[in-house]
């Protein structure tokens, strides 16, 4: 038990357990952002699209009768199928993982264009021109065929 308190206090230390939080919080409300930007948004745009959809009101009441709005056959307390809220959801999800997707690209832009291209690396290998074999730069005699190189 005190060996794994020690590692929990390297590891909060570290900055490790900050850095997670605050990414936490960070995700918090961005996933607040999106989900605001997809119900408030883009759904009433889809509705008009659509005949005037309104995407959360769309369920199938599974106890086979019909119900004036999916808030009458929940108050009546019939089992509902809501396939319009999976599609809001679903649509959160795919924004949201589009928008991470273009910030994981930018940052890794970025990262690049500060990078200085790599040198070319110097040939450790050369071809031994009696035999072909590949053999180390610094050999005076090929090991496959015994031949003496040229420096």
């Known amino acids: ?30 996933n607040k952002i999106v989900s605001s930007l997809v119900n408030d948004m883009i759904m009433p745009l889809l509705g008009i699209f659509t005949g005037k959809i309104d995407f959360a009101q769309l369920y199938i009441a599974l106890d086979g009768k019909k119900y004036e709005s999916l808030a009458v056959a929940e108050e009546a307390g019939a089992a509902c199928f809501k396939y319009g809220a999976f ?11 589009f928008i991470v997707f273009l910030f994981v690209r930018w940052i890794n832009k970025l990262r690049n264009a500060n990078k200085a291209p790599e040198a070319p690396k110097a040939p450790t290998t050369k071809v031994c021109p ?10 005076t005699r ?3 065929c015994t031949s003496e190189l040229d420096k």
């Not at 997670?20 to 409300?29: D, K, P």
């Not at 599609?87 to 795919?94: E, K, M, S, T």
């Open 1 to 30: 038990m005190k060996k794994l308190m020690q590692e929990f206090k390297t590891f909060a230390i570290k900055g490790n357990m900050i850095d997670l939080a605050v990414g936490m919080i960070i995700g918090s409300a961005f």
């Open 130 to 139: 009696y035999c072909l074999s590949d053999i180390k730069i610094e050999a």
């Open 87 to 97: 599609l809001a959801v679903l649509l959160d999800f795919l924004i949201m993982a």
């Open 142 to 144: 090929c090991p496959h």
